[in-house]
């Protein structure tokens, strides 16, 4: 797709490119002191007192829309800083950057929060910035405190936050604004487990809805396995760029060899512009010193003949054979499997398992084998092999091939399970006895829903944790009352009392005039049937609490045995159908 | 310095559409000085009562004080029990408003780094809010001592409170750009802070606000015709006590006088607003 006016932003809209960074430069300047500063801003630059720190330079790449690109590459390597560039919060130096579309960043911690300022107003700030409507906000602001799962907390002042509520509440306003393009910094590494899977399982959503991503990470399974491309950053340049896995193992080959990044690039005499790489997934990738080099290799079974597919739990042998090029005192022989997801699952080695290698001189060939009990999950694994001294690969590495070879493990037949362990768990099952004890009982309900169970629903109160699914409020600025769209609804309530009223109506605009019939029980004692006339009146049933409920809280259910979805015609709103409560009370 | 002067270039051919982009901001805008509004008085029981309650208290006080306890006259005013303090809410009502936005305006990137360097939105637009707030503050000060002026029978002619108002506008448009100035610059100088802060104290004592330019030495009282706030005081003050309307050529210098300066600031912003969050 060519275009013809060069108008940044607008033209490559339908070129399907999100993101497109030419030749981008940024320098910082270092002042030693503000009089640097004045005298060179006096003699309009002619006496240069500034230190130049370039940040990136020559950056190229081509985000296309949808895609998903992860920056990778030590910390200080401009990752950030090319983050905020595409965000808009920072100017480049030189260089091209066209973004199209709306942009959602999530840079840092925080972003600009005002910390006088409660959770709910700065929803609002913070949706504004990003460019939503007064109403978009309030439409969205109960998802938004649901998702941060804020609720105890959203009218507190944002100072009494800790970090992770902050990342949870910014990872929460982003995801609700619609972007098109979302930066993410490495912010969800602040967060805990939990919330972090909660985002990576919103940002695939994003992903299958076409929003184009740029990531930065410096954890290998969320790159591998949101992104589907990957570029590498070493000291702002752009050395790599290509799929995740290939560029990953880039990376690792390169804190693998123990050099400084510096000497790196001088030695790979870097291109400034590393074109695509393709087809690299599946290859390995050698890198060291080559003092020693693997000579040879094999996995087998338990009986000796090679093989690349188990059964869980089975046993499979790994045999590495090392050639010696150097004298090496005590070297060390490893392996490392990886799942699918280039998650390491097991590694060790020698150094590790503290069995001694002895002392080798050049032309000597060791071998060694492990014998693995493989307790691994059904689904595809890689092996890695690795020669190197000391404990890991990082102090002096010989030979080390990422991805040797792949086997796979399947699950067995009589005891299915997912995951990447095999844990063999055994479990047992009581039959089903009625509970004794009301505390218990009501214990469970206060600690699920955060409270002790209310003796009376009047609309108007937020009450919906105690209410059954299907529920939904009137809508605004109608009478106020509840109803529910299935053909049975329940609600838990206080029942220490004698009678339970209840003010139920039909939905004035479905049936005509036709009565309602309806059941209502409370747990296993039925209470019988009532009828609710059509039309827009209010029938009052005050139901007598059997002694055998009352005096706990309890599960009520009504029933509508007529209630059929397609009573309500093709495309017609089942919610015509229900009933609607105004006013639930135990007396 | 090729680049700042293509910024620069770059900004203001742009500022069309730059004001069009400005324009899209404008509920965000609002919300800034609405949340201002409310936060300034967070966690008081009175809330927004006080921004009302504040200056009442102040025009209360300079009235009552010079006016009543002090017993200052004005010449020519010997009679007018209250034309000391209504001559001095004239001019000090707007200079309060100037010296606010000065002020705010000079640190407002600094107090708004995390907002500046996180979120992407036309960094002008904090200039416009502290601009907005000041002004709403004053817009209900100056409504109040229209309402004395009311009681105590001395509203002026429809056309003086007009000059009055205009001389004001004219008076925020050059803080306005005097602010853009100092706030750039005060990224990069931490100085700037603080000479605006003296700067801004000469500044009140050389101009005749709550003293008479009558009591200044000649070559003194001839020195303030170069004093352009001097100029907009004595206006505002002969506007509202003497109900005289400023001269077309003073009207039309303070206006001329007020766009260059907001146009030098800008101009200041757009040569260096692409260091501005590399440096906070």
Redesign the interface.
């Given at each position: 797709m060519n275009s013809e006016s060069g108008v940044a932003g607008s033209s490559s809209q339908a070129a399907g490119s999100a993101v497109k960074v030419q030749g981008l430069c940024k320098d910082?300047?270092s002042f030693a002191s503000?009089w640097d500063?004045?005298v060179e801003w006096g003699t309009?630059?002619r006496y240069c007192r500034h230190e130049t720190i370039p940040a990136l330079t020559d950056v190229t790449f081509d985000l296309r829309r949808g895609g998903a690109l992860a920056l990778v590459g030590a910390n200080g390597a401009g990752k950030s800083t090319l983050l905020?560039i595409v965000?808009?919060?920072?100017?480049p130096t030189a260089g091209r950057v066209e973004v199209s579309g709306r942009?959602a960043?999530l840079?840092?911690l925080?972003?600009?929060?005002?910390p006088?300022?409660s959770g709910r107003?700065n929803i609002?700030?913070?949706g504004?910035?990003l460019g939503l409507?007064?109403h978009e906000i309030q439409d969205r602001m109960a998802d938004i405190i649901a998702f941060a799962e804020l609720e105890h907390a959203i009218q507190r002042p944002l100072r009494t936050y800790s970090s992770g509520m902050l990342l949870r509440l910014a990872f929460a306003v982003v995801a609700h604004v619609d972007p098109d393009i979302l930066v993410i910094d490495e912010a969800l590494a602040v967060g805990d487990a939990y919330f972090t899977q909660k985002c990576l399982v919103r940002i695939r959503r994003f992903r299958r809805d076409g929003v184009t991503l740029l990531f930065a990470s410096h954890d290998p399974l969320a790159v591998k396995s949101l992104c589907d491309e990957a570029l590498l950053l070493v000291e702002g340049r752009c050395l790599d760029w290509g799929s995740p896995d290939s560029v990953l193992e880039h990376y690792n080959s390169l804190v693998a060899r123990g050099r400084s990044s510096r000497a790196i690039l001088n030695m790979e005499g870097v291109p400034a512009r590393v074109s695509r790489r393709s087809g690299t997934e599946g290859n390995s990738r050698r890198s060291g010193n080559s003092r020693a080099l693997v000579a040879g290799f094999s996995l087998t079974d338990a009986s000796g003949t090679a093989c690349r597919s188990f059964m869980a739990g089975d046993e499979g042998i790994v045999r590495i054979r090392a050639l010696f090029l150097d004298h090496v005192n005590e070297p060390t022989v490893g392996l490392l499997i990886r799942d699918r997801l280039g998650n390491d699952v097991y590694g060790t080695n020698t150094w590790q398992q503290q069995v001694s290698t002895g002392s080798c001189r050049p032309g000597d060939l060791l071998e060694v084998g492990f014998r693995i009990p493989l307790n691994l999950g059904p689904g595809e694994y890689s092996l890695t092999v690795a020669l190197h001294t000391l404990e890991s690969h990082v102090h002096d590495s010989f030979d080390w091939i990422d991805r040797l070879l792949v086997f796979r493990i399947l699950s067995p037949p009589a005891a299915r399970f997912t995951g990447t362990a095999f844990l063999r768990p055994t479990l047992d099952v009581t039959a089903p006895v009625p509970l004794q004890d009301l505390q218990t009982w009501t214990g469970t309900l206060t600690a699920a829903f955060g409270g002790e169970p209310p003796r009376m629903y009047q609309v108007g109160e937020s009450t919906p944790p105690w209410f059954f699914q299907g529920w939904y409020p009137a809508e605004r600025g109608q009478e106020d009352w509840f109803a529910w769209t299935r053909p049975s609804f329940g609600f838990i309530i206080d029942l220490r009392g004698s009678f339970l009223e209840l003010e139920v109506g039909a939905r004035p605009d479905s049936r005509g005039d036709q009565a309602t019939e309806a059941d209502i029980s409370m747990g296993p004692v039925s209470l019988g049937r009532f009828v609710v006339a059509g039309g827009a009146g209010w029938t009052s049933l005050r139901i007598p609490i059997p002694p055998e409920v009352s005096g706990c809280a309890g599960l009520v259910r009504v029933t509508v045995p007529g209630w059929r979805a397609s009573a309500a015609g093709e495309g017609g709103d089942p919610r015509l159908l229900g009933l609607r409560v105004r006013r639930i009370h135990v007396t | 310095?090729v680049s700042a002067v293509r910024s620069t270039w770059k900004f203001l051919s742009g500022l069309g559409g730059g004001l069009v982009k400005l324009l899209g901001y404008r509920?965000?805008l609002w919300?800034?000085i609405r949340?201002d509004l409310r936060?300034r008085y967070?966690g008081s029981l009175l809330g927004l009562s006080w921004t009302v309650v504040h200056p009442l208290v102040m025009i209360g006080i300079y009235i009552l004080v010079f006016s009543r306890l002090m017993g200052a006259r004005l010449a020519g005013h010997t009679d007018a029990p209250y034309a000391f303090g209504i001559y001095l809410c004239a001019a000090l009502l707007p200079w309060n408003l100037f010296t606010e936005v000065m002020g705010r305006s000079t640190t407002v990137f600094l107090e708004h780094a995390?907002?500046?360097?996180?979120?992407?939105?036309p960094n002008i637009l904090l200039h416009l809010y502290v601009a907005g707030t000041a002004a709403v503050h004053a817009a209900i000060v100056m409504c109040l001592f229209l309402l004395f002026l009311l009681a105590v029978g001395q509203l002026p002619p429809l056309a003086a409170l007009a000059a009055w108002i205009l001389l004001t506008v004219l008076q925020l448009v050059l803080a306005m750009g005097l602010g853009l100035v100092a706030s750039t610059l005060n990224v990069?100088?931490?100085?700037v802070g603080q000479i605006v802060t003296v700067l801004l104290q000469v500044g009140f004592w050389l101009t005749p606000i709550v003293y008479v330019a009558d009591i200044l030495p000649s070559p003194a009282r001839r020195m303030l015709r170069f004093n352009l706030l001097a100029r907009i005081a004595q206006g505002q003050q002969e506007a509202i006590l003497n109900h005289g309307l400023p001269g077309p050529g003073l009207t039309a210098i303070v206006a001329v006088l007020a766009l260059a300066v907001l146009a030098a600031g800008l101009a200041c912003y757009a040569a260096l607003?692409?260091?501005i969050?590399?440096e906070l």
């Open positions: 910082f300047a503000p500063r004045l309009l630059g905020k965000s808009g919060t920072l100017f942009v960043s840079l840092e925080g972003m600009g929060f005002q006088e300022f107003e609002v700030f913070n504004r910035f409507k007064d | 310095m509920d965000l919300q800034m949340t936060g967070r995390n907002l500046v360097k996180k979120m992407a939105f990069f100088f931490r100085d607003r692409h260091g969050p590399d």
